[in-house]
T-cell receptor, first 108, second 113 residues
Framework: AQRVTQPEKLLSVFKGAPVELKCNYSYSGSPELFWYVQYSRQRLQLLLRHISRESIKGFTADLNKGETSFHLKKPFAQEEDSAMYYCALLTSGSRLTFGEGTQLTVNP | EAGVAQSPRYKIIEKRQSVAFWCNPISGHATLYWYQQILGQGPKLLIQFQNNGVVDDSQLPKDRFSAERLKGVDSTLKIQPAKLEDSAVYLC???????????FGQGTRLTVV
């Protein structure tokens, strides 16, 4: 069965520091992975997807099939990055499965 | 473009009562999802529609939850009767077709007392 694990519920960094939000998945097929973000009082929205291999708001994520990971990284965190981040896995049955989420706080 | 609309935003009911949530997806989106998000947890898929057909309802508690998507557009999710553990935010999302970006509504926060 497909599963997404985000080991950190809470992550706190200082402004300007690097940040890495961890995501591991289990799925026997060919995965497609996403990062969704929810800013305070806003709806859940797509941040980036591995297939596009682009940087959004300075964030990047690389799919590592060997380690079954899709960690989200940003070299210099900003206060406006404070939000809830969810890793999500799309399987061949078109089911979109979310992890438990990581609350990122960027301190001034 | 207009986003996914959900109503009501908040609902408080007593256990054993019934409740219904409504979702209007983005125009033209064929895929519609209902998720349940319990406080402190990630969204859990309840049911997925492709047009007006059910693609996946394996995690829907069918003894008390039901959902329909009439004419492949709007959708309603019903709980009858509600239990205390149903307290959660119910999220509706839509995508142009399965596998593309899912757009989420604001959610309905249900409190069962």
């Amino acid at each position: 069965a497909q599963r997404v694990t985000q080991p950190e519920k809470l992550l706190s960094v200082f402004k300007g520091a690097p940040v890495e939000l961890k995501c591991n998945y289990s799925y026997s097929g060919s995965p497609e992975l996403f990062w969704y973000v929810q800013y305070s009082r806003q709806r859940l929205q797509l941040l980036l997807r591995h297939i596009s291999r682009e940087s959004i708001k300075g964030f990047t994520a690389d799919l590592n099939k060997g380690e079954t990971s899709f960690h989200l990284k940003k070299p210099f965190a900003q206060e406006e990055d404070s939000a809830m981040y969810y890793c999500a896995l799309l399987t061949s049955g078109s089911r979109l499965t979310f992890g438990e989420g990581t609350q990122l706080t960027v301190n001034p | 473009e207009a986003g996914v609309a959900q109503s009501p935003r908040y609902k408080i009911i007593e256990k054993r009562q019934s409740v219904a949530f409504w979702c209007n997806p983005i125009s033209g989106h064929a895929t519609l999802y209902w998720y349940q998000q319990i406080l402190g947890q990630g969204p859990k898929l309840l049911i997925q529609f492709q047009n007006n057909g059910v693609v996946d309802d394996s995690q829907l508690p069918k003894d008390r939850f039901s959902a329909e998507r009439l004419k492949g557009v709007d959708s309603t999710l019903k709980i009858q009767p509600a239990k205390l553990e149903d307290s959660a935010v119910y999220l509706c999302a839509s995508s142009s077709y399965a596998g593309t970006e899912a757009f989420f509504g604001q959610g309905t926060r249900l409190t069962v007392v």
